[in-house]
């Protein structure tokens, strides 16, 4: 059993500002920047594995336990056998936010919430209602219009409430309306993103992506790459390696932030600061990344860890799934950005043949049908002869 340790408080990113635990959703109070949990400081000189399970049990005990974490770390295709894909398609509702969603239904119960509302384009949806239902929480999913069908089944059949709210007023005053009745907004951990609403909490559940990175190579890596839409789980991640690192006294990675090239707001903000102007109209086949800016926690982890803003042109990242199922990863376009991410940056100098680099592939594409257009298809078979002839050219 993994030993879990409570946040201490909460701390401005922005003025320093430290508030106590609790039902804190605009962020900072005194400037309205992003609030990141503290937790107690720990011992010094650790080896890695030691470092790591520390890390990874710094979020509260939860009642929303489904066995998520704890994903494979498996090795990729590359010629140098350096670069490795850590899959959280193996969590519990195929992505990442099973990690968030967990700890974010346990401080919700923590904190008396009867319900918790969220806005989704998918994996976020289905993981909010599967762990909101293990906690004996109700659960609103505010859905993005391009919501794949079967996440909206799912979604449904774990006994969350859907609905899809536009324009943006509509989502603001639904979210408001139910957190003045006492729920809990879990939509970002920057109030600037979408909702207005934050959630400090949301952060939390990635920080053990980072430990166990570390954990499964033995070693702190030197690249780690992740897709960016609000950067929560950028940040997280981030947040995790850089605590292992500095508790084991090693240097901590270089992230690098793929984005599309049509949503490509980590660039701009690389070079123009965290209050870049918003993307005038993002776009990409990737919807889990549809977004116009992210969280000034995800900028400033690029900017701290030394790492880099990478736009992955819209083929590439489609051929990058298309190259993940040839290693029998079946995994959603976003998915697909970080390796292709770390071979663009590989190409250009930024990243040495010798060095170790880690993808977060954060979902599965069974969720996600309309993925698999570029994947080669086979006609259907409908008779006897024809499936002869099939089998006989195989
Ligand atoms: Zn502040």
Known sequence: MRAHAAPAGLQCLGCGHCVAIGPVYKGCPRCGHVLITQYEALEVGLPVAAAAEAVAGRVPASPADLGQGSTPLLRADDPDGTVWLKCETANPTLSHKDRMQSVVSAMSRKLGHPGLVTTSTGNNGVAAAAFARRAGLKCLV???????????????????????????????????????????????????????????YIVDGYRSIGAEICAQLGRIPQVVALPVAGGDTFAGVWYGLQEVASTVGAAPPRMLAVQPEGAAWMARAQRDGEDASPLAAPSTAALSVLSELAGRHAVRSLITSGGLAISVPEADMLAETDRLAGLGLLVEATSALPSAGIRLARAAGNIKANETCVAVVTSSAFKWPTNGETLPREPSIRDRETLLEFVAGL
């Open 142 to 200: 505010i859905a993005h219009p391009g919501m794949p069908a079967n996440c909206i089944w799912a979604i449904s059949a774990l006994g969350a409430s859907i609905i899809t709210a536009s324009p943006l007023a509509t989502e603001r005053e639904l979210i408001g309306t139910l957190v003045a009745r006492g729920w809990a907004p879990v939509t970002s951990a920057d109030p600037r993103c979408g909702s207005g609403w934050a959630n400090p």
